[in-house]
């Protein structure tokens, strides 16, 4: 082409702008990405949901029904649905109950938001009116919770029971539920308005014996047997010394050899050994200590053999390698500081024990150490179980039951469980989106709609029909009775606060609150962009 003086090359109007399908096409490709995850864990919801298994690259097994767990193994690539992973991890650590429901609702709310699209309705738009919509809705749950105090023992174990009763080890939930509560309550300031810490409570799994062997032990447990093969395998009157020096030959940082060429030398060398050892273990004596607590070393054994011999000889009790994450909990119950140097080891370090004692369990031994004296503020539980799966899965369901009671410690009220807080507020919501005006209207009804997920979902997971299951449940509560919901035992819609199935209001609030906070993320997004590594 031949391009003339006086001819000026156009600039191209609105190139920038001409492909708009693709913002488009990103957030479908995002929804449906986020939907996909929903969906493989919508299964898992309530207590007739039914359990996954998940089979690790390196051959592992574990079977779970806990979302928070199913998501975190779950190997997922799409950058939008690891957003959902993150959303019910976030939930895990906020309220740590609800981890299944917290990314159904959010798929819900992600198939309502394709179908604004579809409509024209713009993102932005949306996302604004579903910020508006989780406010409302959080307003409409508080109304419709009660407070409680937390010595209503009662209402704090059936709480912790509903939780327990859509897990594997929902039979025995009559006996972990009262344990959940004690544990958190002996960790609890009676007066603190604040958080539980669950590091105060330490769980030890045991392999051996059923889950109803699963005990609560006011006191502290190490999971290794006594060293000694002769020392005392039960102490009474017991004089705890947690030391951090090893018991044992001295040895360089850098490894040397030390070659002795005459018996005379090698002779010297042993004694020297043994001058040392037995200066430290007079010392011990000297103290009036008979139960020795010993952190792990890294570079040396930190009882020798020797030191073992002569340890037993002045019967006190060893409980060695005690790892170094665990020193801190050790401290914390016993009121203690670890001893860093053999100066330091006198009777003023040294800590009182009614009874001290190794004791079997299954095919393992452990310590116990009760009757602690000016005990510090926290407990132990020892969980039991036939074979490794059901004694992960015992764990992880005391996890959740012992989260459920911190979150009523933070937020002190209670709101009926099976599906009907969300038909609640699915109800109200869509009466109050009647009283918008243009695209808000819109937006509210669409919200509404979606939080009907759960009960759908609960009443498909227990073989009822949804359709009808849901519709009767919206009837019930349209007539003014909000404490309706499904009863998946007897498969009827009954008053479920009488059927003693309650959850915290704070599990609910963080459900809908993070829910709708991921998909607003979600929507906002318009192009992903790959960079240069």
Same mark, same amino acid.
């Given at each position: 082409?031949?391009?003339?003086?006086?001819?000026?090359?156009?600039?191209?109007?609105?190139?920038?702008?001409?492909?708009?399908?693709?913002?488009?096409?990103?957030?479908?490709?995002?929804?449906?990405?986020?939907?996909?995850?929903?969906?493989? /864990? %919508?299964?898992?919801?309530?207590?007739?949901?039914?359990?996954?298994?998940?089979?690790?690259?390196?051959?592992?097994?574990?079977?779970?029904?806990?979302?928070?767990? /199913?998501?975190?193994?779950?190997?997922?690539?799409?950058?939008?649905?690891?957003?959902?992973?993150?959303? $019910?991890?976030?939930?895990?650590?906020?309220?740590?109950?609800?981890?299944? $429901?917290?990314?159904?609702?959010?798929?819900?709310?992600?198939?309502?938001?394709?179908?604004?699209?579809?409509?024209?309705? !713009?993102?932005?738009?949306? $996302?604004?009116?579903?910020?508006?919509?989780?406010?409302?809705?959080?307003?409409?749950?508080?109304?419709?919770?009660?407070?409680?105090?937390?010595?209503?023992?009662?209402?704090?174990?059936? #709480?912790?029971?509903?939780?327990?009763?859509?897990?594997?080890?929902?039979?025995?939930?009559?006996?972990?539920?009262?344990?959940?509560?004690?544990?958190?309550?002996?960790?609890?300031?009676?007066?603190?308005?604040?958080?539980?810490?669950?590091?105060?409570?330490?769980?030890?799994?045991?392999?051996?014996?059923?889950?109803?062997?699963?005990?609560?032990?006011?006191?502290?447990?190490?999971?290794?047997?006594?060293?000694?093969?002769?020392?005392?395998?039960?102490?009474?009157?017991?004089?705890?010394?947690?030391?951090?020096?090893?018991?044992?030959?001295?040895?360089?940082?850098?490894?040397?050899?030390?070659?002795?060429?005459?018996?005379?030398?090698?002779?010297?060398?042993?004694?020297?050994?043994?001058?040392?050892?037995?200066?430290?273990?007079?010392?011990?004596?000297?103290?009036?200590?008979?139960?020795?607590?010993?952190?792990?070393?890294?570079?040396?054994?930190?009882?020798?053999?020797?030191?073992?011999?002569?340890?037993?000889?002045?019967?006190?009790?060893?409980?060695?390698?005690?790892?170094?994450?665990?020193?801190?909990?050790?401290?914390?119950?016993?009121?203690? %500081?670890?001893?860093?140097?053999?100066?330091?080891?006198?009777?003023?370090?040294?800590?009182?024990?009614?009874?001290?004692?190794?004791?079997?369990?299954?095919?393992?031994?452990?310590?116990?150490?009760?009757?602690?004296?000016?005990?510090?503020?926290?407990?132990?539980?020892?969980?039991?179980?036939?074979?490794?799966?059901?004694?992960?899965?015992?764990?992880?369901?005391?996890?959740?039951?012992?989260?459920?009671?911190?979150?009523?410690?933070?937020?002190?009220?209670?709101?009926?469980?099976?599906?009907?807080?969300?038909?609640?507020?699915?109800?109200?919501?869509?009466?109050?989106?009647?009283?918008?005006?243009?695209?808000?209207?819109?937006?509210?009804?669409?919200?509404?709609?979606?939080?009907?997920?759960?009960? #759908?979902?609960?009443?498909?997971?227990?073989?009822?029909?949804?359709?009808?299951?849901?519709?009767?449940?919206?009837?019930? !509560?349209?007539?003014?009775?909000?404490?309706?919901?499904?009863?998946?035992?007897?498969?009827? /819609?009954?008053?479920?606060?009488?059927?003693?199935?309650?959850?915290?209001?704070?599990?609910?609030?963080? $459900?809908?609150?993070?829910?709708?906070?991921?998909?607003?993320?979600?929507?906002?997004?318009?192009?992903?962009?790959?960079?240069?590594?």
């Amino acid at each position: 082409m031949v391009v003339k003086p006086n001819m000026v090359a156009k600039k191209p109007q609105g190139q920038a702008y001409k492909d708009k399908s693709k913002p488009a096409d990103i957030r479908l490709s995002n929804i449906n990405a986020a939907k996909a995850v929903s969906d493989a /864990i %919508r299964t898992s919801l309530g207590p007739r949901g039914m359990d996954k298994m998940i089979q690790a690259s390196n051959g592992e097994v574990t079977i779970t029904n806990d979302g928070a767990t /199913i998501l975190k193994q779950m190997n997922v690539i799409h950058p939008a649905a690891k957003m959902l992973v993150e959303l $019910s991890r976030a939930q895990d650590v906020e309220a740590g109950d609800g981890t299944t $429901s917290v990314v159904v609702v959010a798929g819900a709310l992600l198939e309502a938001v394709e179908k604004l699209l579809q409509m024209g309705i !713009h993102p932005t738009a949306i $996302s604004e009116a579903f910020q508006r919509c989780s406010a409302k809705a959080v307003e409409i749950l508080t109304e419709m919770s009660r407070p409680i105090e937390l010595n209503d023992r009662e209402s704090l174990v059936k #709480s912790a029971s509903t939780s327990l009763n859509s897990k594997v080890v929902s039979q025995h939930s009559s006996m972990l539920a009262p344990l959940a509560v004690d544990a958190v309550l002996k960790v609890t300031e009676p007066n603190a308005q604040g958080s539980v810490d669950l590091k105060n409570i330490k769980i030890i799994r045991s392999l051996g014996g059923t889950i109803e062997d699963t005990e609560l032990i006011d006191g502290l447990v190490f999971t290794q047997r006594s060293s000694g093969v002769n020392g005392p395998k039960r102490v009474e009157k017991a004089k705890i010394g947690l030391i951090q020096f090893c018991i044992s030959a001295p040895k360089t940082d850098m490894d040397h050899s030390v070659i002795v060429s005459d018996y005379a030398a090698m002779d010297r060398v042993l004694k020297e050994e043994r001058a040392y050892i037995l200066n430290i273990v007079k010392q011990i004596k000297k103290s009036g200590c008979n139960v020795l607590l010993v952190q792990k070393s890294i570079l040396r054994d930190a009882v020798s053999d020797l030191a073992q011999h002569f340890l037993d000889k002045i019967k006190v009790m060893v409980v060695k390698d005690i790892e170094r994450e665990d020193i801190e909990f050790v401290c914390k119950t016993l009121k203690c %500081r670890p001893i860093a140097s053999l100066d330091h080891f006198v009777a003023e370090s040294l800590v009182n024990a009614d009874l001290v004692e190794e004791v079997a369990s299954g095919s393992t031994k452990f310590v116990k150490v009760t009757g602690i004296q000016n005990m510090g503020q926290t407990v132990s539980i020892v969980v039991r179980g036939s074979n490794k799966l059901v004694l992960e899965e015992a764990d992880r369901s005391l996890h959740d039951a012992l989260c459920v009671i911190r979150c009523l410690v933070k937020k002190r009220a209670l709101i009926a469980g099976g599906g009907a807080p969300e038909i609640e507020m699915a109800l109200q919501l869509a009466a109050y989106a009647q009283t918008q005006q243009g695209v808000d209207a819109y937006c509210f009804r669409a919200f509404a709609n979606a939080l009907e997920v759960i009960p #759908s979902t609960l009443a498909e997971n227990a073989g009822l029909n949804p359709i009808a299951t849901v519709t009767e449940l919206r009837n019930r !509560h349209a007539q003014g009775e909000k404490n309706a919901g499904i009863n998946v035992r007897k498969g009827a /819609i009954t008053d479920i606060l009488a059927e003693n199935v309650v959850q915290p209001l704070l599990v609910s609030i963080s $459900s809908i609150t993070l829910a709708s906070e991921t998909v607003r993320s979600i929507l906002k997004i318009d192009d992903i962009i790959n960079t240069m590594q």
